[in-house]
């Protein structure tokens, strides 16, 4: 079984830095992509920040300039470095990566990590 495990959470303050980690371990293929989402109370599930195979990434409107989404292919590890960090940014974030596994055949799918809280506070 494919498991994803995120890291590095905790409380910090406006205009702070934190990076995240999340590590994919397991009957891995390969991975095709891995990234970040981030839910607030009460608010929908939003995409963050995502890095694919070839190191292409994509970032929230929100994040740009500000966080930044790196890999380590050898580890299966995503970063996610957070800085100038604002009380918006509070949430829970998850790790999502794409991974192809023998059972399926080379066709990637989604996993999940159990999330990590994130508290932006003076």
């Known amino acids: 079984q494919v498991h994803v495990v995120e890291s590095g959470g905790g409380l910090v303050q406006p205009e702070g830095s934190l990076t995240l980690s999340c590590s994919a371990s397991g009957g891995i293929f390969s991975v095709h992509y891995m990234g970040w989402y981030r839910q607030a109370p009460g608010k929908q599930r939003e995409l963050v920040a995502m890095?694919?195979?070839?190191?292409?990434?994509d970032y929230a409107d929100s994040v740009k300039g500000r966080f930044t989404v790196s890999r380590d292919d050898a580890k299966n590890t995503v970063y996610l470095q957070m800085s100038n960090m604002k009380p918006e940014d509070t949430a829970v974030y998850y790790c999502n990566a794409a991974i192809s596994t023998p059972q399926s055949r080379g066709v990637p799918r989604a996993f999940w990590g159990q999330g990590t809280q994130v508290t932006v506070s003076s």
């Open positions: 890095i694919n195979y070839s190191g292409r990434t």
